[in-house]
């Protein structure tokens, strides 16, 4: 009998330490979000061709669609018949000024038809050239709201773009937590299944205090003042969006991690 309780002395000391062994501190929860950047067309149109596909990588200046661009085409044929005009008339009336047959109104006339005209071609071709989209920023396409044959209205965004660098953190701290946080401060960044040597660099802190963050992470986070910090991690192409993690100030290595 007393070899039993001798052993179960063992077992439950044992699961003691070991339970005290595991305790982890889990840092302050945050998530990754990103500025995206919506790529849209000036004009109401119908999608004619997408020459990317989401996940895919682009380049400043690379093609990303095309939409039909009918009325925009006749609007220049138009335009540039009217500067034809503009232009037979003006010729018309510098040579007659120049016989003396002409007067300076008329001229000045004609040189404003010409003008405005000129002007009108070079709208239209601006407009003509905006029917299809080219990538402001380098990045990966994120996601992709309109397929080839869908129309899409004036200022939707055909697809959007995340740049890397507009990849961030978002997490919140308790009012007496605050003060171990400054803008400029380097926090270490763990997740599951992430590099151990992640990092992100503080340059947002609210001014004013929330009194429940949009995600809750467990119940003792709510019914308390919080306030939203935004850190830039040191290397995005490591994280996902909607990924959550866990933030550590000074980029001190949390008490999991010193084993």
Partial sequence: MTGLWHCLAILVTAFTLNGCHDKRDPGYQGWVEADMIFVSPDEAGRVTKLNVREGDEVKVGDLL????????QADLNQNKATLANAQQTYD????LSKTGAGTQATLDSAVSALRVAEAHVVTSQTRLARRRGFAPVAG???????REGEMVAAQRPVLSIMPPGNMKLRFYVSETELPKFAIGDEVRVTCDNCAPDLTARIYFIATSAEYTPPVIYSLDERNKLVYLIQ???SRPDALRVGQPVSIYPNAKTPVADRR
């Fill in 92 to 95: 018309r009336a510098a040579a």
């Fill in 65 to 72: 669609y095309s939409v039909d661009d009918d009325l925009q």
């Fill in 140 to 146: 990966t396409v994120q996601q992709i709201y309109f």
């Fill in 231 to 233: 850190a830039r991690p």
